[in-house]
């Protein structure tokens, strides 16, 4: 089973939900850190590093002897990786997204393709925790095919908890392609309910299940339940606006210790999930109802825009 943990901004919790939800499931667990420009979940965890593997991307070269600068390379390029010049295509490969089409258009046979290193996969262990993660190398622009790298280092059996990068960007599909189900992560603000609607139209339309986590719950402020209930969207789990929460992140140390009541929820939060996704791995997930629609009487019937989004 993969589950997800994933939010619309930053700073709502998300990592600190995947790192104490990987230290009480009761069955082997993998945790994932696919947020590669800025993995954390070693801070908390300490795995002891028992394999690093440098990950590359296939990038164009140009033999300049063979080249005829005809520009069939460059006007093939959706990506703007290829300017075409008259001595010859200028190649960027921080734009290039590797799909070798420069190539095969090249009439000449002047294009090939080279590795070129992007970041590492470290793997670990924190106890009976397998921790993966990613580390993208500063300036690279793209992080998808790291994330990738990432996923498929995931072990077949047992669970595994992928921590999602912040927003609703590329790097965020590509963490949530082929999960079983989706935690959104939010907290009761004007800024977490406005990223949260993108969050769900993003789950929504990848056809993802998912349910709501609401991290610093705070008494008098509805925000989030209100709009929960709009759309039907089940809310798993609160976590308490806490001080003592606070200094625990602060300190690198588990929300469990601040807390030791929330490991009861935690574990009710990965049994509710279970249901949900199915009894067995791979079966049909419950999804979540759509949401109710809220039109004129003069407006057709249809999908709202979020929904298009």
Not at 179 to 184: E, H, K, T, Y
Not at 200 to 221: E, H, K, S, Y
Request: aromatic share 4%.
């Amino acid at each position: 089973m993969k589950i997800a943990i994933a939010s619309g901004k930053g700073g709502t919790g998300k990592t600190t939900l995947a790192v104490n939800l990987a230290l009480v499931v009761p069955e082997a667990v993998a945790l994932l850190d696919c947020d590669v420009e800025e993995p954390n979940c070693h801070i908390f965890l300490a795995p002891t590093v028992d394999r690093s593997e440098a990950i590359g991307v296939m990038v164009p070269v140009v033999d300049p002897d063979r080249c005829l600068a005809c520009g069939s390379c460059s006007h093939f390029c959706q990506y703007h990786a290829i300017a075409g010049l008259d001595t010859g295509p200028l190649i960027f490969p921080e734009l290039c997204h590797s799909c070798g089409g420069c190539v095969r258009v090249c009439p000449t046979g002047a294009m090939s393709e080279t590795t070129r290193e992007i970041g590492l996969v470290e793997e670990g262990w924190a106890g009976p925790v397998r921790v993966i993660q990613g580390r993208l190398r500063i300036t690279e622009a793209s992080s998808p095919p790291l994330i990738r790298a990432v996923k498929k280092r995931a072990p077949a059996d047992g669970m595994t908890l992928i921590d999602c990068p912040p927003g609703t960007s590329c790097p965020v599909i590509a963490a949530l392609r082929g999960v079983d189900f989706a935690i959104l992560v939010t907290e009761p603000t004007p800024f977490g309910l406005h990223d949260l609607r993108l969050a769900v139209g993003t789950v929504r339309t990848l056809n993802i299940a998912f349910g709501v986590v609401v991290n610093r719950a705070q008494a008098g402020n509805r925000s989030i339940h209100e709009y929960c209930e709009a759309e039907r969207i089940p809310i798993l789990l609160e976590v308490p606006d806490s001080r003592q929460v606070a200094e625990a992140y602060s300190k690198g140390l588990s929300v469990l210790d601040a807390l030791p009541g929330l490991r009861g929820d935690l574990d009710r939060l990965y049994r509710e999930i279970k249901i949900r996704v199915g009894p067995e791995t791979g079966s049909e997930p419950r999804e979540c109802p759509a949401p109710r629609q809220k039109r004129s009487p003069d407006q057709p019937a249809g999908r709202d825009s979020q929904s298009q989004s």
